[in-house]
């Protein structure tokens, strides 16, 4: 075969082969790019980003998301940061139309070399395509989608919309999705506050955001920060003297604390199900809602406040329960030398943790933590009893009335931080963990809003909502309904009831003649006794004669029109609070007093508006002019005049007396016009403080999840009215101290306090008395004639 042939014949194969290759590669590109997703789709860009859950200042209180994602214009970002990503990811992006045919051939060779993909060589418009077209699988037929995909990009979008997909799509680290997340993540910033130095930080975690963090590997960080630097140098967005003043910037970073607020846990979890309930998990967790709530984050950290340190205060009145745990020689080495770690400087002030008893002397008691030594005044652990330190190896005995307390060195104690360090120690408090629970809600009664809600006394440990799930039984905190239906069946604040012992008897259900002996909580009785009086002394058998004559179907329908939703028992015990409800119930009751007689549905959340500004749901009508369209939703919380303006003020007034003269004398210390009752029930299981001032109502709640008594003497007074009263003290700060407004039909008249009846106005002890118009007595007590016997209930003397 002549030369002249072969060549020809190899011409031809060749030709052939390129032929076949070109129409093979063509039909792969028309298999292939038939199947992929359409570029169109990214002009509707629509990636997952945060729900905000925000105060009623607009602060932020709580984040919900599945990625946490802010999206930003490439308006709204640094320069240099776009160039230091392009220098870092893509030196080549602002020329190339999608592919960068020598980096893609570099990357090939060391695939080839390498037998497998392990490095990409894809340009910003590539990344971009794998992550919202394409799946993360590492294979050669994902990088030839990738390819086509990238070059059709390019001829749909502009650099700049590509751009905004890329710094608004990738992943940075520690959950942070784009680049105004992970500015707000390690240098707690908005993203065009960024330095240079710390553009370049952010511009080298893309490769790797685990390895390169600043957070755990700070030294890798910055060399990949000088690696950005270099890049940016030596494609000409900064001069060479910039990079190395951005090289020398010293670097603050700031964890970044969880999403959400100190305290308020128990309200945005309650925000967030009704979020899932309303719009469902996918729209709540990755739709960028705007959440406008009620909360005040003030009142609702305190109230979060108030709960603890009244648990805690409750707690150390039941006794000390003795040491966490023991531990033997070796095991406080390693206990000592974790705690060196994880406190390499001495704890704040305030801070709750576990320390390690190693001597017990006649002043303190010596505890080690970690490097550092503290020291526990024994005078000021009088209310864990005697406490005496043993020997190490002793076993720990704690008698059962808690007087007498044993520890053996080595024990593991509870303590606060109270003095920071001082001549090398610490000064610290014995601490435990409350056993108790507590809740706490706030009313504005003038609009219904919900301020403050706590619902137990740490969310992370218990996310049961006291507050709002939790029935139980109010005791007196519930006779005020009573007295207001009262109220409205003609008695009045002067009405006088005998208070004297009762007997009910009645046959269970095998014939047997069961009896009940009603008393009051100190097993006396007062005679004849004003609804006032009874009310402020918090009397039960008052209340229960009470009750008995104006008819116990009456007043359950009384307690339902005031806000009470829970079943109540159709029997006598109401009048003493034998019915389980909430604390919001109990709330919402006491918001018709505060509130005139208008009753307010209790709301938390006053506008829900989507990602692109559009309102979804409002409390305001303005929000609306047109009417809600479709998909939107104007909340309802409509007023309704539930009892009159005279009724309201007048229980309000009774309540004053509670506070100025009876179980509610605590909350005098606002030093401001308030009303209130306390709340016990059998045995002290449950203890309640419920009050108001003109501007805001609170109930305040502690027991134990599984019923039992929190002690001797635990009443409402004692157990439940302090956290009211320092909630109250810090939510109205700044807040005018004012009297509880008197509607024009009130009448005030002079009265006999033991009769009940007129009385001259110069008298020794004449008391004024409110009224509704027309319900004053019109005799004088120097008419009074003794009572008969059938005047058993209500003595109106001026009938005798």
Not at 80 to 88: N, P, R, T
Not at 145 to 172: C, G, P, V
Not at 504 to 527: A, D, H, I, L, T
Not at 745 to 774: K, Y
């Amino acid at each position: 075969m002549s030369l002249t042939k072969f060549l020809r014949i190899l011409l031809l194969t060749a030709g052939g082969l390129l032929v076949t290759m070109a129409l093979c590669l063509l039909g792969a590109y028309l298999y292939v790019s038939a199947r992929l997703p359409k570029v169109d789709t990214l002009a509707d860009y629509r990636p997952p980003v945060i729900t905000r859950i925000l105060g009623d200042d607009g602060s932020l209180i709580a984040e919900l998301y599945r990625e946490r994602r802010i999206l930003v214009p490439v308006s709204a970002m640094p320069r240099q940061l776009i160039e230091a990503f392009v220098a870092a990811e893509d030196s080549k992006f602002f020329h190339h139309q999608g592919l960068d045919l020598g980096s893609i051939a570099r990357a090939a060779l060391k695939n080839l070399r390498a037998g497998g993909i392990v490095q990409g060589g894809s340009t910003i418009t590539q990344q971009v395509a794998k992550s919202l077209l394409l799946t993360p699988e590492r294979k050669f037929s994902r990088k030839f989608k990738e390819a086509i995909l990238a070059w059709r990009m390019e001829q749909h979008l502009t650099k700049e919309e590509i751009l905004y997909l890329y710094l608004n799509q990738i992943y940075l680290g520690h959950g942070a999705y784009g680049v105004q997340a992970a500015a707000e993540n390690y240098f707690a910033k908005n993203v065009e506050d960024l330095t240079l130095a710390e553009c370049a930080i952010l511009a080298g975690l893309p490769q790797a955001p685990s390895r390169y963090s600043p957070y755990r590997h700070l030294k890798r960080a910055k060399d990949r920060q000088r690696y950005v630097l270099e890049r940016m140098a030596h494609e000409g967005y900064i001069p060479a003297e910039a990079a190395a003043q951005a090289l020398t910037e010293e670097l603050v970073i700031h964890p970044r604390s969880k999403p959400q607020v100190p305290g308020a846990a128990y309200f945005t979890e309650q925000v967030r199900r009704y979020l899932e309930q309303t719009f469902g998990s996918e729209q709540t967790l990755t739709g960028g809602l705007e959440v406008h709530t009620t909360m005040n984050l003030a009142m609702q950290q305190a109230a979060q406040q108030a709960v603890r340190h009244n648990l805690r205060n409750h707690d150390r009145r039941q006794g000390y329960r003795g040491p966490l745990r023991t531990l033997s020689k070796d095991q406080q080495e390693l206990f000592l030398t974790e705690q060196a770690v994880a406190w390499p400087e001495a704890p704040p002030v305030g801070e709750r943790l576990e320390g390690l008893l190693i001597k017990g002397g006649k002043q303190d008691l010596v505890v080690r933590i970690g490097s550092f030594t503290g020291l526990i005044p024994r005078k000021d652990i009088a209310w864990a009893g005697n406490l005496q330190v043993l020997a190490q190896g002793q076993p720990v005995k704690v008698d059962s009335d808690k007087k007498l307390v044993k520890l053996p060195v080595g024990s593991v104690l509870l303590v606060e931080v109270v003095q920071p360090l001082t001549n090398g120690k610490l000064g610290l408090a014995l601490a435990q963990e409350p056993e108790a629970q507590a809740a706490l809600v706030a009313l504005d009664p003038r609009s219904g809003e919900v301020k403050a809600m706590v619902g137990g006394y740490d969310f992370s440990q218990s996310q049961f909502n006291r507050a709002i799930q939790a029935k139980r039984l109010p005791g007196s905190a519930f006779k005020p309904l009573i007295y207001a239906a009262a109220l409205d069946k003609g008695y009045t604040p002067a009405t006088i009831v005998l208070d004297t012992p009762l007997i009910y008897r009645e046959k269970g259900e095998q014939g047997q003649v069961k009896e009940w002996k009603p008393k009051n909580y100190r097993g006396s009785f007062s005679g004849p006794t004003s609804l006032r009086r009874a009310l402020a002394r918090s009397y039960n058998v008052v209340t229960i004669k009470i009750l008995q004559d104006i008819g116990v179907r009456y007043a359950i329908g009384y307690a339902s029109k005031l806000g009470i939703e829970s079943p109540l028992t159709a029997d006598l015990t109401l009048a003493l609070g034998s019915s389980a409800i909430s604390p919001l119930e109990l709330a919402t009751a006491y918001s018709v007093f505060a509130n005139g007689g208008v009753r307010f549905t209790p709301n938390y959340i006053s506008r829900v508006v989507d990602r692109h500004g559009r309102v979804l749901e409002s409390v305001d009508p303005a929000d609306f002019p047109e009417g809600p369209a479709d998909q939107q939703q104007l909340i309802r919380n409509p007023t309704e005049r539930v009892i009159s303006p005279e009724t309201a003020y007048l229980i309000t007034n009774l309540m004053e007396s509670v506070v100025q003269n009876g179980t509610g004398f605590r909350a005098k210390a606002l030093g401001r016009p308030a009303a209130g009752k306390t709340g016990t029930t059998n045995d002290q299981k449950d203890a309640w403080f419920a009050g108001y001032v003109p501007q805001l109502i609170a109930v305040s709640w502690t027991g134990y999840d599984q019923e039992r008594s929190l002690g001797k003497n635990e009443t409402g007074s004692r157990a439940a009215a302090p956290a009211w009263v320092e909630f109250m003290k810090q939510s109205l700060k700044g807040v005018p101290r004012q009297h509880f407004p008197v509607p024009d039909a009130i009448e005030f008249r002079p009265i006999d306090p033991e009769t009940g009846l007129l009385a001259p106005e110069d008298g020794s002890e004449v008391i004024f008395e409110a009224f509704a118009s027309g319900t004053a007595p019109t005799r004088y007590a120097l008419e009074r004639k003794q009572p008969k016997a059938q005047d058993f209930f209500k003595l109106d003397l001026e009938d005798i």
